[in-house]
């Protein structure tokens, strides 16, 4: 019997992992019995989950993977045995560590180490050295090892780093040339000139600045006036400054945003500024050229003071017309809420673009703070969740200042 990673279009989920699949041959019999099997792996093997089957080999193997992990499918309470069969036993999670990744593709077993981390209270083994080589890093798992950091011990820290650091190099290496190439053509875009050289015409705004010079007899469009952008220059043009709330569930916000204030850095046209906050404001500026210090220099959790970080922010505006505020928050403040509101509206009233991201990742909003998020829109900042895919189509519009692409969320 051969088998393959079972997919959620074959009609079996969990909600958090998906078994495996068998290829059947002519037997009439086989799809029938395929779909017990499916069941039964989805099911658990317990008396009520009606199947009849019975595993073996590799299917057994499989299932004892899940039954460690999901067992009875309940938190475990304090003080009670946990029917799943990890335990907090060093050993025996390296070796399930392995049999996931074995078993399951690349994406399950991310979600799998989520919800062991979650479910069983497996955090504290991730601060040990060997843990860390097991596991399969991802986004969400670098946000664990930052809430970590202060109980992380110096025989954890360089494993730790080159964990957090495969992560940013795979995460530039999906995001960083489109950001780039993206924003460059923003730049460009906003430097309009009248009297371009050729290479330099917008053509598009071109003709239609030029349509009532059409001469129908010619069927052409004679361009009295044409219109072109610049390339960029090397002073800088823009400035960005980077605010993100750095409370626990904002983590994956906080990669993200880490990864993309290096990018932007990096471009000669941007002055960068990346400031984090909890209850205390820390610039992070000079850190800006490896994000891997910049995450090692966030603190995960605490309260949350966006007023006071808003204001730091507006300390550092020179030239407000040329400057996009990223505020990266869940809208929880713990702060002076009329303060914080009034602050956003100086800073649009000086010529700044503001931008309110509710969250930076790939799962939506997060829990937000309603009446805030509404109160930014009265201000003209409407808050949204941002994937990173859609970043830097919302950093370019902002620095056009033509209206932010707020995804529909209906």
């Known amino acids: 019997m051969t088998t393959e990673p079972i997919t959620p279009e074959a009609g079996i989920s969990t909600g958090t992992v998906t078994g495996a699949v068998t290829g059947t041959g002519a037997d009439p019999d086989a799809p029938a019995r395929e779909r017990l099997r499916r069941w039964r792996l989805v099911l658990g093997g317990e008396q009520a989950d009606g199947t009849g089957c019975a595993l073996s080999g590799r299917d057994a193997a499989m299932d004892g993977t899940l039954a460690a992990l999901y067992g009875k499918g309940d938190k475990p309470q304090a003080g009670r045995d946990r029917s799943a069969g990890l335990g907090a036993s060093a050993p025996s999670v390296a070796r399930w560590l392995g049999d996931i990744r074995r078993y399951f593709p690349s994406s399950v077993v991310q979600v799998m180490q989520r919800d062991a981390i979650d479910r069983l209270g497996l955090s504290s083994l991730l601060l040990e050295p060997e843990m860390l080589e097991a596991v399969e890093a991802d986004v969400h798992l670098v946000g664990t090892l930052l809430s970590l950091n202060k109980a992380m011990p110096e025989t954890t820290k360089e494993t730790a780093r080159a964990v957090v650091r495969k992560v940013v190099e795979d995460l530039e290496k999906r995001l960083a040339n489109r950001t780039r190439a993206t924003l460059t053509g923003a ?104 994000p891997v210090d910049v995450l090692f220099g966030t603190q995960l959790g605490g309260g949350t003071d966006i007023n006071r970080a808003l204001a730091y922010c507006q300390s550092q505006i020179t030239r407000p017309a040329e400057t996009v505020v990223v505020l990266i928050s869940d809208l929880y403040e713990g702060g002076i809420r009329d303060e914080m509101l009034k602050r956003v509206a100086a800073m649009k009233a000086s010529g700044v673009q503001f931008v309110a991201l509710l969250a930076l990742s790939d799962e939506g909003a997060p829990a937000y703070d309603r009446e805030h998020a509404a109160a930014l829109a009265a201000l003209g900042a409407p808050a949204f969740a941002c994937t990173p895919d859609l970043f830097p189509e919302v950093m370019a519009a902002a620095l056009e200042k033509r209206p932010l692409p707020i995804p529909d969320t209906t």
């Open 187 to 290: 730049l460009d875009r906003s430097a309009r000139v009248s009297r371009p050289r050729h290479h330099d015409i917008d053509w598009n705004r071109t003709i239609a600045a030029n349509l009532k010079h059409y001469l129908p007899e010619y069927r052409t469009v004679v361009p009295e006036r044409l219109v072109g952008y610049g390339r960029a220059a090397r002073s800088v043009k823009k400035e960005v400054v980077l605010c993100i709330d750095q409370s626990g569930s904002m983590a994956a916000s906080v990669v993200y945003a880490s990864v993309f204030g290096a990018v932007l850095a990096s471009m000669r046209s941007i002055s960068t500024r990346l400031v984090v906050f909890d209850t205390a404001v820390v610039d992070l500026t000079d850190q800006l050229d490896d």
